[in-house]
């Protein structure tokens, strides 16, 4: 490969790096046993032929983790990467194995810090998808000089608009929009914040709920419990009045009273 290609595939250096090192098995012995493992696709073979390439994502790891300091994460994800390689080597096209598996365990460690980037985990489908759609959009404004709509985004990429819509959405976890950000108001013209775009708490919300079964049992009260919370607490009138109202003891109408307010408390 001529050298004025090596600052165009980063992935180079680091291969020539890893040429370094001495294999536990020889070059025949790694063919074989990739032969024999793609036709049986034993679980030994493979295990073999991971430990033999192992240096591979130890180098990789250190190169890529030192910075963020996740080395022990990006050497799992790297030895993901390393089994992915196992799998889909082909013997027969004739190129080592560490220039295959080498810039596909990079790929791997990139997907992995790209994936960290979004604000809220998106599955991974969905991240394939949107980068499938801005390809799409791209693709399709230089072919119909215009912007593309969602039904010809789907149409090209032959899923549902349902499928774009939700996928394009998921864009907003990895751009999220600052609550200071100004847009332009129809009616005059001024600018407002995304602040004042966004509805306020309604504090009685959580309350609706509680104010409907409160209601269903004062209605099932009997009709002296019934006059009794009526009288005192949307009345406002004390229990020496009340009992005047219905000609009962004050003792019997406070003892009523929380008898009532013990049920109505457990309901709630």
Request: aromatic share 8%; charged share 35%.
């Amino acid at each position: 490969m001529r050298e004025d290609l090596e600052p165009q595939l980063p992935w180079l250096r680091t291969y020539r790096r890893l040429m370094k090192y001495e294999k536990k098995i020889s070059k025949e012995e790694v063919k074989k046993l990739f032969v024999e493992y793609e036709k049986t696709r034993d679980r030994e073979l493979r295990d073999r032929l991971i430990e033999n390439y192992l240096y591979i994502p130890k180098i990789l790891s250190r190169k890529y983790g030192h910075k963020s300091g996740d080395n022990e994460d990006i050497f799992q994800v790297a030895c993901l990467g390393l089994m992915y390689a196992v799998d889909r080597f082909d013997v027969n096209r004739g190129y080592e194995f560490d220039t295959f598996a080498t810039p596909t365990i990079i790929g791997e460690i990139k997907r992995y810090y790209r994936d960290r980037e979004w604000l809220i985990r998106i599955p991974r489908k969905v991240q394939d998808l949107n980068r499938e759609i801005n390809q799409t959009r791209t693709t399709l404004e230089h072919k119909l000089m215009r912007s593309p709509k969602i039904s010809e985004i789907a149409s090209y990429l032959e899923i549902s608009e349902e499928s774009i819509i939700k996928a394009m959405e998921s864009s907003n976890a990895y751009y999220p929009k600052s609550l200071s950000m100004e847009y332009e108001s129809n009616q005059d013209g001024q600018e407002v914040s995304l602040m004042d775009l966004l509805g306020n708490l309604d504090n009685n919300m959580e309350n609706v709920e509680n104010i409907e079964l409160l209601k269903q049992n004062i209605q099932s009260l009997n009709p002296v419990e019934r006059i009794i919370v009526e009288q005192r607490f949307f009345q406002g009138k004390t229990q020496k009045e009340v009992a005047e109202f219905i000609n009962k003891s004050q003792m019997t109408v406070s003892r009523i009273e929380k008898k009532v307010m013990k049920k109505i408390k457990e309901d709630l």
